[in-house]
């Protein structure tokens, strides 16, 4: 299937790739995001050598792998097996040094794999890179990897050789909606903007998710195939995600099922006490870890003191939502879940999450993209806004969102909440900015005596897919 989307980091690729230097690449994100295939992609396989590291396996066991990659990409079976990954990127140096082409595209995959323990893997590779491909202008190094803290921490945070060596990085995000709607249209999947926007809260921008959709069957029938089946294709899927990315992956799940429970998140010390560990721990380090990975947020939200953090990713809220005590393998699952209290509890806040997550396109449709913006939460024992957008205008936006089945109506009840929320947020402002108020709704909302008066701008689901 060609390449959907990713028009701009393709260009940056192509555009490094013509470069008259030696370019030193490293790109990263959350797992099954696209990596390697936008990669593939853009350099259409052409790599002078490409090995992708293997998960947990010996120091001996990994070198026979870059054997083989070498032997396959060199076309030479006497090339002996390195005894070390000095020898190893030996071996590369003089291969590439014989090689006729006019650039030499060099794909690492999977690099944190790569590096075991004791296996001095980083220092082999500084010296490649130092020694050698820097000083070759038609080298073009491009290393990956999922565990991002990983790539942030051992080589844009380097302090050894590999300190400020790295020419290009990039940071591979998920699909937004509207890449989610176009890639489902390249696998011929044509459903209404609801649908899309409900499928994009199950699995989020997720390429690899979305791949596995049929457009032989509806949304409901291919959310029970992938969950809710006995032969469910994403069955396991929640422990295998965060096993490949952490060596103590229980330890990181914890704190993912602790910010599971709250849709606001915790404070660093919150977390501390449920997990019922001793200060530290290293919590801030795996906290900073799964940020780095996407599955979280640290923010800080007007009227808190300290920082919280957030569960983000989609597919570990629809886990907690419906698959972490198990499952029953009844015909139709989610199609019965769709009448229960749990559902509707899990459309209202990944819809809250899901505006948030596209806050730059409603920026776009407000007309203030031009314009000096700060969005934050606004949290107080009174009141909580999950989106309030503050403007270098002296305006400030605060957003209510509802996800619901038909045109949302603003009531007396909503009203008081909503009057209440913006006196409670006017209190923290400086005097001289305005509340505007903006609904983003599944529909466009039926008018009432309240709207009239209180909602300045109805953004709706459309407008955010379109």
């Not at 109506?409 to 913006?422: G, H, P, V």
């Not at 903006?438 to 209180?454: A, F, H, N």
């Amino acid at each position: 299937m060609a390449l959907v989307g990713r028009k701009n980091e393709q260009s940056e690729l192509l555009r490094l790739l013509d470069s008259e230097q030696a370019e030193f690449i490293m790109v990263y994100g959350r797992r099954r995001v696209g990596k390697t295939y936008l990669i593939r992609e853009a350099f259409k396989n052409k790599f002078a050598f490409y090995m992708t590291g293997m998960n947990r396996v010996s120091l001996s066991e990994q070198l026979q792998n870059f054997s083989s990659s070498l032997v396959l990409a060199s076309g030479n079976s006497n090339i002996p097996k390195p005894e070390s990954w000095f020898d190893a990127f030996e071996q590369l140096r003089n291969y590439l040094q014989n090689l006729d082409a006019p650039k030499k595209i060099i794909f690492l995959d999977e690099l944190p794999w790569m590096d075991s323990k004791d296996s001095k893997f980083l220092s082999a590779l500084e010296h490649f890179w130092n020694s050698f491909a820097s000083a070759t202008k038609n080298i073009k190094l491009i290393v990956c990897g999922s565990a991002a803290s990983w790539m942030v921490k051992k080589i844009v945070e380097n302090h050894g050789g590999l300190h400020n060596r790295i020419t290009y990085k990039l940071k591979l995000n998920p699909f937004d909606v509207t890449e989610t709607k176009t890639f489902l249209e390249s696998k011929n999947i044509y459903w209404d903007n609801r649908t899309i926007s409900e499928c994009y809260m199950a699995l989020g921008g997720i390429p690899y998710y979305l791949n596995l959709l049929s457009s032989k069957l509806s949304l409901a029938q291919n959310l029970d195939a992938l969950f809710f089946s006995e032969t469910a294709l994403l069955d396991g899927e929640f422990k295998s995600l965060y096993a490949s990315l952490f060596l103590h992956s229980k330890e990181y799940t914890a704190i993912i099922e602790i910010l599971s429970r709250k849709k606001v998140g915790f404070t660093r010390d919150e977390i501390i006490s449920q997990l019922k560990v001793s200060d530290g721990g290293g919590i801030t380090r795996k906290l900073t870890e799964l940020e780095q990975c996407g599955f979280i947020r640290k923010y800080k939200a007007l009227g808190k003191v300290t920082y919280l953090y957030q569960l983000i990713d989609f597919y570990s809220l629809f886990y907690f939502s419906f698959l972490e005590k198990g499952k029953d393998y009844d015909k139709d699952t989610w199609m019965h879940l769709q009448n229960s209290s749990t559902y509707k509890t899990w459309c209202g806040l990944s819809f809250e999450r899901f505006c948030i997550a596209h806050a730059e396109k409603i920026k776009s449709i407000l007309g203030i993209s031009g314009i000096s913006t700060k969005t934050y939460s606004f949290y107080s024992p009174e009141a909580q806004i999950d989106m309030v957008i503050e403007r270098g205008d002296r305006v400030v936006n605060l957003f209510e969102m509802k996800y619901t089945d038909l045109a949302y109506s603003l009531d007396k009840k909503d009203a008081a909440s909503l009057e209440n929320k913006m006196l409670c947020l006017q209190s923290k402002l400086k005097k001289r900015q305005s509340i505007m108020n903006i609904l983003v709704t599944t529909s466009p909302m039926k008018q009432s005596p309240y709207s009239s008066r209180l909602i300045q701008r109805n953004i709706t689901l459309d407008e955010i897919v379109e």
